[in-house]
């Protein structure tokens, strides 16, 4: 049977993740930072009598210790690994004014290094699958920065490139490095990360940027699709590099990359100013 680690497994997309992999017959180790937020998701597992198969694990990716001994725990219970999911992830937002340098370090630190800090660490249990995946959680600020997001849109970008890098130096061994790009989906993270960064007093382009972070949540979709997604790559042969997941996610992508930026700034800077 095939084994999966979920990283930030106790809430957003991860718990989905979790529980769609256990329907699917995977061992799933469910990494959270702490575990005192594991009752939700084992209460879920239960109704659905598949505890044999979930195991959690308290693994902050940004503590390096942590990360070292979930992988030990790994090894010495299955001697393998075949899917990490690096799903860990939150969203500062606020404009570059209003921000500090550390506000920029958590993001990097969780969004960016812990990804590859958790990587770095399950590799040579990847190695030991005969199918190995890494399957990333980007998110369509990936490729397409928007205002007053620029801590969480850099560190997806970064991640972005960091991933395709990933790809090429692994998929010779066999190991196969995909993305997922979602658009808005209603786990909060774009509200609820400019809502916190933002320093609005009357000035009106940020008080628009928080206005369309509000609208694209109260629009979303449902992140089970993301979860459902994310199992069908798990089950594919030659998984793809990117899946673009969710309402604009394409269209959006299609913008960034045939229409020139003149015109995305003036549609993007008039829209804002209104």
Same mark, same amino acid.
């Given at each position: ?44 597992? /239960? ?7 979930? $195991? ?6 940004? %503590? ?7 992988? *030990?725990?790994? *090894? ?13 992830? !939150? @969203?500062?937002?606020? $404009?570059?004014?209003? #921000?500090?340098?550390?506000?920029? *370090?958590? *993001? ?21 699958? /005969? ?20 801590? !969480? ?14 790809? +090429?130096?692994?998929? @010779?061994?066999?190991? !196969? ?14 509200? %609820? ?12 382009? &940020? /008080?628009?940027? +928080?206005?369309?972070? %509000?609208?694209? $949540? ?5 992140? #089970? ?6 199992? %069908? ?6 998984? &793809? ?5 969710? &309402? ?27």
């Amino acid at each position: 049977m095939r084994v999966a680690l979920v990283t930030g497994a106790n809430g957003g997309f991860g718990k989905l993740i979790v529980m769609e992999l256990l329907k699917a017959n995977y061992f799933v180790v469910a990494a959270m930072r702490t575990e005192t937020n594991k009752d939700e998701l084992l209460e879920m597992v /239960k109704q659905l009598d598949l505890e044999e198969r979930i $195991f959690v694990a308290e693994m902050d990716v940004t %503590k390096e210790e942590q990360v070292k001994q979930a992988s *030990q725990w790994v *090894q010495n219970r299955f001697n393998k690994l075949d899917v990490l999911i690096n799903n860990a992830g !939150y @969203s500062q937002g606020g $404009f570059t004014t209003d #921000l500090t340098i550390l506000d920029w *370090q958590k *993001q990097y630190d969780t969004n960016v290094l812990g990804v590859i800090q958790t990587t770095s660490n399950f590799l040579p249990l990847l190695k030991n699958s /005969k199918k190995g995946q890494i399957i990333n959680l980007s998110s369509v600020s990936g490729y397409f920065g928007f205002p007053g997001m620029g801590p !969480y849109c850099s560190s997806k970008f970064a991640l972005e490139g960091y991933s395709e890098s990933l790809r +090429l130096e692994l998929i @010779s061994e066999g190991i !196969y490095v995909s993305l997922i790009e979602p658009a808005s989906f209603k786990t909060g993270i774009w509200e %609820k990360g400019l809502e916190i960064g933002a320093v609005i007093h009357d000035d009106t382009l &940020k /008080k628009n940027a +928080l206005a369309f972070a %509000k609208q694209s $949540f109260q629009n979303a979709g449902d992140p #089970l699709e993301v979860a459902k997604v994310i199992v %069908k790559v798990c089950k594919s042969n030659r998984p &793809k590099f990117r899946y673009r997941v969710g &309402k604009g996610a394409n269209s959006l992508w299609f913008i960034k990359k045939f229409v020139p930026w003149s015109i995305i700034e003036r549609t993007v800077t008039k829209k804002l100013s209104k």
